[in-house]
Nanobody
Framework: QVQLVESGGGLVQAGGSLRLSCAAS????????MGWFRQAPGKEREFVTA????????YYANSVKGRFTISRDNAKNTVYLQMNSLKSEDTAVYYC?????????????????????WGQGTQVTVSS
C-alpha cells in the first residue's frame, strides 16, 4: 500500500499564493506518476496537474497553466504544487494521487480511474 499525506492548504486572498505538499510512504514503484486533482463543492473531481517520477515530465490543465507549478523531491518522496495568482474558482479540496506505471508511459494520465492511490485531501479556499 501507498500512503499519501497532503498539507499546505488554507485560506488565501485572491491573487495570493499557496504551496501544497504531498508526502508518499509505503510501497515503492520503479516508475510512477504523481498527480493533483481538485473537487469544488457540487462539482466533479477534476485533473489539475501531474509529474512523472523518473523524467520530470509535467502536464497541466488549461485552467491552471501558467499559474501552478508541480515539482518533486525524490529524496523526500514528496511532490509539491506551487499555486500563484489564485482565483476564487480555485477553491476546492485538493487531492494528490499515484499512478504506478507498468510497461512504459505513452502519455501522462489525467483520468481519476488511472490513479490507484489517493490522499485524504487538503482544503484550499480563495477569498475574493
Amino acid at each position: 500500500q501507498v500512503q499519501l499525506v497532503e498539507s499546505g492548504g488554507g485560506l488565501v486572498q485572491a491573487g495570493g499564493s499557496l504551496r501544497l505538499s504531498c508526502a508518499a510512504s509505503g510501497r515503492t514503484f520503479s516508475s510512477f506518476v504523481m498527480g493533483w486533482f481538485r473537487q469544488a463543492p457540487g462539482k466533479e473531481r477534476e485533473f489539475v496537474t501531474a509529474i512523472t517520477w523518473s523524467g520530470g515530465s509535467t502536464y497541466y490543465a488549461n485552467s491552471v497553466k501558467g499559474r501552478f507549478t508541480i515539482s518533486r523531491d525524490n529524496a523526500k518522496n514528496t511532490v509539491y504544487l506551487q499555486m500563484n495568482s489564485l482565483k476564487s474558482e480555485d477553491t476546492a479540496v485538493y487531492y494528490c494521487a499515484v499512478d504506478p506505471v507498468v510497461g512504459g508511459l505513452s502519455r501522462i494520465p489525467t483520468a481519476q480511474y488511472e490513479y490507484d492511490y489517493w490522499g485524504q485531501g487538503t482544503q484550499v479556499t480563495v477569498s475574493s
